[in-house]
């Protein structure tokens, strides 16, 4: 929110961008910042993004309706306006199988319906002309949908949202712990879970999972096609029966690590640490092996066969991502990017619903222009990304150095960011390192939200700002993410509420006085004076000066002030610890003033 | 690192903006990145910066030296390059007194030459150039120097600063503990430190602070002015007594509170929180008492006087910072800007260095909007920055909400930022929330740097990867900012270092795979395949069988395989625990493969 009618002052500020926010906070989905170019047709409105800094790759000319299956006819005299479900005639005895086949024929399906409830600023309507467009997918495997799963979406159009990876192994963890950890993963707010699981009984572990997620769940096909067997062994039948049975399963997208081509081993070389993705490390091996083109890469309209009885989605995998700052935004990675555009639209003809993963180390002045490439080379369609870390020097706090990278990312054009925990590198994560990557990742695609301007984001911020300025602590931890770990933060101090902090006080509260700014301006209260505030003249001289010293109060002074308001109060008996619930203003001020002479 | 030479691999990339990191990372200073536009005279050379989105306020044409004392005389025929030290004659028997004007004349002091020898790109003469331009300063009060003060500069050539606050209170802390936080912050990476002490012997304690501390010591003094009396009772002898008091301490630099006036608080009013500076609501309310212009602003020129003696810097304070995203970047924090802006150039005028305070609560959108306008409005001083925080709803977090805002502000243009502990809003932090507030500002800092490319900033980050690329864990650790917690996170895992990782196991691990990839891409092993690693014919062929699945193998399992390679190569008895120093890859292959067997 900024304010350019400010002439009043006497000063005239410098002009303001065009800052998304300005534009979008709380209004309608027509008044939406956009993009300094758009495809034709749709127009951009009902997507957000960051103004483009100078030199940034411009937005691709085309979206899934360019990239339409040979079967389907462009009726005549659609030849211009073709991004829409009237200018295409389907085949005969079609049956859209696929949120995107759907969203082509203009079907607003349950599932676009579902989503539209829980993004509130967007029509299942758009929804569905987002998802047409493919810049927003339903990851909803059809029969997920038959168990628990809650459709979401992931698009520009819609929240950002995060992604915990979980994954159970041959001893360490059983069935019934990993729906535990996928729970835990959904109460801190994972709005996907990747089942990485590489042992155990991992067909039915995995079973469990999609039984028993809310949430969509996406997994690395490879991890479970190589159980048992060398990658050399590796065959069309081993994969097509792998994707079919996890399909089959419920598994809602794929990642797939089709992009890595035999003419981009060469970049390797140039590395610093090669190859980091497992999943691409193993297909290269395989290429190395067979003297062949990725083998998922020759099959992809094969896999998209068996993808679309299930409308499982692809997230398309990113083998070349870098993995170290040094590695970032090289020829490795872009030349792999490029083919995950081709791989796009090649998904897209068959219609499949296709998200892009992407980079894991990026310095920081390098996200925009990778968020800003995958928006040209892959025509907008949802962007995946891991962190990225924006710094390599801090092993066992990559959750802060990726949710830095993360939000940036997420400003910038991704839609779904891939949480990092505080065990990135060193080992596997337990469950506290889940739950700090997931808020830390929390933090990231909100903050994201907030400054795209998604109407609404901010109200949650405001409340909490204005249960600050009201001092009322009880509101403050109920409106926090995690009010348990506000709580005992605060009660570390202060141990009952107050309608003063711990920093300054009663008399040097800033909000306080920001009420009596308030008033001295709006004019009502022209005569208020500070000292209109008076200590009872029943205090002995030496009371009254310790009192006007109070706003230097200790933390522990206060602490000790806060205890005996409590008590004589009776709030440590059965009331809930919020002060502003059972004693006004005057008779808190009369109780320090009271108080305060016991205290040393 | 952008690659843009690869056309060999059959398609064209489209063009990379002006990335600073492109110009910048490793060169000499005369390839800087640089603003779009850069004051006459001085022309950036030195100055690092983002490009600027489209819409942000352009640089301000004019630097300290358009703000000189006025009874220095520009020379004849300099009227046009006046902003060097020749240009310049100093009234008769002037001696400088302060690092600006030593500057001004020329001058490379004892403590530039001390700066660049930390600043190692930059030369002494460059340092002096900055200073003298208003772009960095060097806190360093000459009482402070005289104990065991180390010199460093806040300024946009530099590398991004980290200040840590903390502060006595009467009966919690004692001067000992005081040096002992002090220390910790000073090992935590702080370049300066504030203290905000409000109580006990607060003279006494920050006496010994200065005399123990290597970097310099900021205060808020208006927090001893009242201490013992009321704000109305604030007055022109106090002020400047307690300023001369402190000066003569050696404090290096006083957050002033001058820049909030009388005419700025009508625009409190429409705001959510008020005043949330503590040192700005005292003003405000001294204001409204005394219905005068904010004392501070008044007495600004007198003021100057007093730290000119000692060579105190200003850090301007703002007052009307904004206490949550909803009142960020509005009427009364712009208003206030301006004001700030004139205080630099009367303060520059009197020859006193300055940095300028910024906002502690801010969208991520407007985080370089808020950068920006500081250089305008302030002349390019250096701007140092609370946070700023890009969400508010997670109170206990704040460490990380707040390094997301600062690895953003640091990058666009803030040179010191003011870390924020995970007890913000909630209480006062203790000796671990020092530490990981301290943490995640290093992040921010070096991330930023990184982000400019400052030259060899990222060396440490490439020499990490490449630990991690050889697998080397006892040098990860030692390049890892906090060795002891990646350590610990490794260790929690796998207690012994090998020359594979717990992810993947001995086979299946990409940096192996990597090696294989650079021997096949370079042509110096065409004929590598896998199966050349052979498994011992000795193994019965159940092991075998087990072996070729060990790709996944589960922690626990590696764990307890790496465990069995310690015990046999006797690393445990006292050896440093790092594979690679005592055992070759053939050989700790051939271990894992007979151990292997024995695990479950």
Chains 1, 2 share one sequence.
């Not at 990778?370 to 040209?376: G, I, P, V």
């Not at 337990?430 to 901010?458: E, F, M, N, W």
């Not at 040097?508 to 003249?537: H, L, N, P």
Request: charged content about 25%; overall charge negative.
């Amino acid at each position: 929110m900024i304010h350019q009618n400010n002439s009043s002052a006497g000063y005239t500020l410098p002009p303001i961008g065009e800052n998304p926010s300005t534009e979008a906070q709380g209004t309608n989905p027509g008044s939406f910042a956009k993009p300094s170019k758009i495809a034709p047709g749709v127009e951009g409105r009902y997507t957000f993004a960051s103004p483009d800094t100078p030199g940034m790759p411009e937005p691709s000319m085309k979206t899934a309706w360019d990239f339409m299956p040979e079967d389907w006819t462009l009726k005549a005299g659609y030849e211009e306006n073709y991004q829409n479900a009237e200018a295409w005639q389907t085949p005969d005895g079609f049956e859209p199988m696929t949120q995107l086949e759907s969203a082509r024929m203009g079907i607003v399906t349950p599932e676009m319906l579902r989503v539209a409830e829980k993004e509130t600023h967007l029509t299942p309507e758009q929804i569905r002309d987002e998802v047409a467009a493919g810049r927003m997918i339903i990851p909803a495997n059809k029969v997920h949908l038959g168990y628990n799963l809650e459709p979401m979406c992931i698009g520009r159009a819609s929240k950002t949202k995060v992604n915990a990876n979980m994954g159970a192994s041959p001893v360490s963890s059983g069935t019934d712990e990993e729906v535990e950890k996928l729970k835990w993963a959904e109460k801190w707010g994972a709005d996907t879970v990747m089942d990485l699981s590489t042992g155990g009984k991992i067909d039915e572990c995995r079973e469990t999972i999609i039984q028993n997620s809310l949430v969509p769940i996406g997994t690395v096909p490879i991890y479970s096609m190589i159980i048992g067997r060398k990658i050399d062994d590796l065959n069309r039948e081993i994969i097509l029966e792998s994707l079919e049975q996890q399909a089959k399963q419920g598994v809602d997208y794929f990642t797939i690590h089709a992009g890595i081509l035999q003419e981009h081993l060469e970049f390797v070389k140039d590395r610093l640490i090669g190859v980091v993705s497992r999943g691409g490390s193993l297909l290269a091996k395989w290429m190395i092996i067979h003297r062949q083109q990725n083998i998922m890469y020759t099959l992809w309209e094969e896999i998209c066969d068996v993808m679309r009885e299930y409308d499982v989605s692809f997230s398309i995998g990113d083998g070349l991502r870098p993995g170290g700052l040094a590695d970032a935004t090289d020829a490795a990675q872009l030349a792999e990017l490029v083919a995950l555009g081709t791989l796009t639209e090649r998904a897209w003809r068959k219609g499949i619903q296709v998200m892009v993963e992407g980079p894991g180390h990026v310095p920081f002045d390098q996200i925009e222009y990778n968020m800003k490439l995958e928006r040209q080379l892959c025509h907008g369609a949802p962007f995946y990304v891991l962190g990225p870390l924006v710094t390599d020097i801090f092993p066992g706090y990559d959750h802060i150095t990726s949710c830095i990278g993360a939000t940036a990312a997420g400003y910038h054009g991704a839609s779904m960011l891939c949480y990092v925990t505080p065990k990135e590198h060193l080992g596997l994560p337990k469950k506290d390192d889940v739950k700090q990557g997931c808020v830390a990742y929390k933090i990231a695609a909100h903050a994201s939200d907030v400054a795209l301007g998604i109407p609404g984001t901010r109200d949650r911020d405001d409340e909490l700002t204005k249960a600050r300025a009201a001092l009322n602590w009880q509101k403050h931890f109920d409106l926090s993410f995690d009010p348990d770990v506000a709580r005992a933060y605060h009660d570390e101090d202060l141990d009952v509420d107050t309608d003063f902090c711990a920093m300054c006080g009663h008399d040097w509260c800033s909000v306080r006085i920001s009420k009596e700014i308030v008033q001295f301006a709006s004019g009502k209260d022209a005569d208020y004076a500070w000292d209109k505030t008076k200590i009872s003249e029943a205090l002995t001289d030496e009371q009254k000066e310790i009192l006007e010293k109070r706003g230097v109060l200790s933390p522990d002074q206060i602490h000790k002030l806060a205890s005996k308001t409590k008590k004589v109060m009776e709030a440590d008996k059965d009331k809930a610890s919020c002060h502003s619930d059972y004693v006004d203003t005057d008779d808190a001020q009369t109780l320090q003033e009271t108080s305060l002479p016991i205290i040393e």
